[in-house]
């Protein structure tokens, strides 16, 4: 993602999945040239085939550059109306480059 594109989404619910399959939620706080990202109030959101998704607070949080694979802008609106717990998935396998 290009810088410019990062610096709309500052203040903003963004999620990032990470080169090793993780997707942490937050909002989105700062960001430098290496797009190193700093998320505030974020959670991470792991996936089972078996239970529901669980949350895991993790509060403020940097994430490299290096290890993101995807960010995207959250609809605050629309994910609170999603209930976690019902939804079961394989979780990501992590990127092979």
Do not use: F, W
Not at 3 to 9: H, S
Not at 38 to 44: A, K, R
Not at 90 to 95: F, H, V
């Amino acid at each position: 993602m290009s810088e410019a594109g990062l610096a709309e989404l500052v203040g903003v619910t963004i999620s990032v999945i990470t080169n090793d399959g993780r997707n942490i939620v937050g909002t989105l706080k700062g960001y430098d040239q290496a797009t190193n990202v700093i998320l505030d109030d974020c959670h991470e959101r792991v996936y089972s085939t078996k239970t529901g998704v669980e949350q895991l607070v993790l509060g403020l949080y940097v994430i490299r550059g290096d290890n993101i694979a995807v960010v995207g802008e959250v609809d605050d609106e629309l994910d609170s109306q999603i209930d976690l717990s019902q939804i079961s998935a394989a979780p990501l396998k992590p990127l092979a480059h």
